[in-house]
T-cell receptor
Framework: SQKIEQNSEALNIQEGKTATLTCNYT??????LQWYRQDPGRGPVFLLL?????KEKRKERLKVTFDTTLKQSLFHITASQPADSATYLC?????????????FGKGTKLSVIP | NAGVMQNPRHLVRRRGQEARLRCSPM?????VYWYRQLPEEGLKFMVY????????ESGMPKERFSAEFPKEGPSILRIQQVVRGDSAAYFC?????????????FGSGTRLTVV
């Protein structure tokens, strides 16, 4: 069955450092992968989408990579700030029919320590 | 633009009662999705609706759960005869298209507690 694993349930990092979150998937050939941020008591907020033919995508301090050979996506936050503390979710998906049905990982809880 | 609105934010029901969760999508979005998040679990797809149509309900339990998205008004997720295992956060998301390749806008969720 399809499986999504996000590295360590919790990740603590010093302010100013780069946070790297990992999303591995098995039994899956997604056409694209989405990353979301979720704060306690709130709904997920869409951050970035990367397609299978894109190796890397950037948005301000965020960078996402997608390696279809390793079946892995890496999510980087550079110059991390305490306000970046949240749970980050990855969601690989197919394209075309059925692509609406995202499968989410359990998330990685990031804490940025001042 | 108020985004995706869900209400109520918190809902407490006794076992056996009915729970009704409401979701108004973003303006201009006609595609609505419901997800459930159990404690310590990832978000799980339940159902996908367009106006007046259920497109995919494969993630929704066959019994006690139903969803609708009428021509007028919000989408409703209805849980009849609730049990303790239904306690979870229920999130609604909307999108302008029926494919997921533009990202979804989620509401803040309804936290259902069954006592």
């Amino acid at each position: 069955s399809q499986k999504i694993e996000q590295n360590s349930e919790a990740l603590n990092i010093q302010e100013g450092k780069t946070a790297t979150l990992t999303c591995n998937y098995t039994n899956y050939s997604p056409a694209y992968l989405q990353w979301y941020r979720q704060d306690p008591g709130r709904g997920p907020v869409f951050l970035l989408l990367i397609r299978e033919n894109e190796k890397e995508k950037r948005k301000e301090r965020l960078k996402v990579t997608f390696d279809t050979t390793l079946k892995q996506s890496l999510f980087h936050i550079t110059a991390s700030q305490p306000a970046d503390s949240a749970t980050y979710l990855c969601a690989p998906a197919y394209s075309g029919a059925g692509s609406y049905q995202l499968t989410f990982g359990k998330g990685t809880k990031l804490s940025v320590i001042p | 633009n108020a985004g995706v609105m869900q209400n109520p934010r918190h809902l407490v029901r006794r076992r056996g009662q009915e729970a009704r969760l409401r979701c108004s999508p973003m303006k201009g979005h006609s595609h609505v999705y419901w997800y459930r998040q159990l404690p310590e679990e990832g978000l799980k797809f339940m159902v996908y609706l367009q106006k007046e149509n259920i497109i995919d309900e494969s993630g929704m339990p066959k019994e006690r759960f139903s969803a609708e998205f009428p021509k007028e008004g919000p989408s409703i997720l209805r849980i009849q005869q609730v049990v303790r295992g239904d306690s979870a956060a229920y999130f609604c998301a909307s999108s302008p298209t029926g494919t997921g390749d533009y990202g979804y806008t989620f509401g803040s969720g309804t936290r259902l507690t069954v006592v």
